[in-house]
């Protein structure tokens, strides 16, 4: 029997979350709250070692939500919503002060670089626009 790694690539982000529910951008760049850091899982690439990314999206989310269904505090998951991305859910996602939106076709799989599939909108009020690296 082949002795499988338990490794795992997540795509995900570090957030604080404030006490609206909604991600502090500030608190995570502040580095004052670094205790309250945690992962916001969108994706996963890779699972014991097999690759994902072929797979369609629809399937890697349920494989995220299969390995994170007993997952430690710290972890959330970002769930899987239908529906098209249009000015309605913009304006929410702006009124909300979210950072961006992204919307990616559930039956594609995760390829390198942009695609026509994935689109990722900026909420160009938001401060991250305005930060300095």
């Known amino acids: 029997m082949k002795n499988r790694q338990k490794r795992f690539v997540i795509d995900g982000e570090a957030?604080?979350?404030?006490?609206?529910?909604i991600s502090d951008f500030n608190a995570v760049h502040s580095r004052q709250h670094d205790y309250e850091v945690q992962l916001y899982a969108f994706d996963i690439l890779a699972m014991g070692g097999e690759d994902l990314r072929p797979l369609p999206l629809h399937r890697r989310k349920a494989n995220l939500q299969q390995l994170l269904a007993r997952r430690?505090?710290?972890?959330s998951r970002a769930?899987?919503?239908r529906g098209e991305i249009g000015r309605d859910l913009f304006r929410a996602a702006?009124?909300?002060g979210l950072?961006?939106?992204?919307?990616?076709?559930r039956d594609k799989p995760c390829c390198r670089g942009r695609q026509k599939h994935w689109i990722k909108i900026k909420n160009r009020s938001h401060p991250a626009m305005n930060r300095e690296l």
């Open 72 to 75: 430690p505090d710290g972890i």
């Open 15 to 21: 957030i604080i979350l404030g006490v609206d529910g």
């Open 94 to 96: 702006y009124r909300m």
């Open 99 to 105: 950072e961006d939106l992204v919307s990616k076709q």
């Open 79 to 81: 769930p899987f919503e």
